[in-house]
């Protein structure tokens, strides 16, 4: 495929993702703004490609966006190497995210899980153990939605397979919801 093939191919599926991402795109960045407010926090995970999303997301929620303020409570599930391993030796890869989510989610939390098939076996343990556990989880995926799509309340699906083009259009949710996230709590008192 030719760079220009690659910058068609883009552009189509951006194109698709404008008729039916943005009202998810609002639906996910105001449950998230609810839940700030309520006093609760974001946690991220997803592997590969998806987890620097993750870790990405949550930094942009931490540290800032385009605008000073305080920081969001955002935690990527992706960054502490010591409990991936240990988890993954113990318990078996497939519970690497549930097992954090168990440990810090609280009910009025939201899980951001992103996978491009929809049918990663962590993210989707770390869905189910969000919602056992009475935390909303917006769910992250390329066509279809997979598996994951079922253990979602809000579900934003690109609409297409190919796994460059999903996590292209996954950065611009992301940004998306950043932007409105922090739109929404500013101005902030004393701030």
Not at 82 to 103: C, K, M, P, W
Request: aromatic residues 4%.
């Amino acid at each position: 495929m030719s760079s220009a093939d690659v910058f068609a191919e883009h552009l189509a599926v951006v194109t698709a993702s404008l008729a039916s991402l943005p009202t998810q795109v609002d639906a996910a960045a105001a449950l998230i703004v609810e839940r700030l407010r309520a006093g609760g926090k974001v946690l991220v995970c997803g592997n590969g490609g998806s987890a620097a999303d993750a870790q990405h997301f949550a930094a942009e929620l931490v540290g800032r966006f385009e605008a000073e303020r305080p920081g969001l409570a955002a935690i990527a599930l992706t960054t502490d190497s010591s409990a991936l391993t240990a988890i993954a030796n113990d318990h078996g890869y497939e519970q690497v995210f549930a097992r954090q989510v168990r440990a810090l989610a609280r009910q009025g939390d939201v899980l951001v899980a992103i996978s491009t098939s929809g049918g990663s076996p962590s993210v989707l343990r770390a869905a189910q153990a969000a919602r056992e556990l009475g935390c909303a989880v917006v769910g992250m995926t390329g066509l279809g939605g997979g598996a994951l799509a079922l253990a979602c309340d809000l579900l934003l699906a690109v609409p297409t397979a190919r796994v460059a083009r999903v996590q292209e259009v996954h950065e611009l949710c992301l940004h998306a919801m950043a932007g409105q996230i922090e739109a929404a709590l500013l101005p902030v008192e004393g701030w």
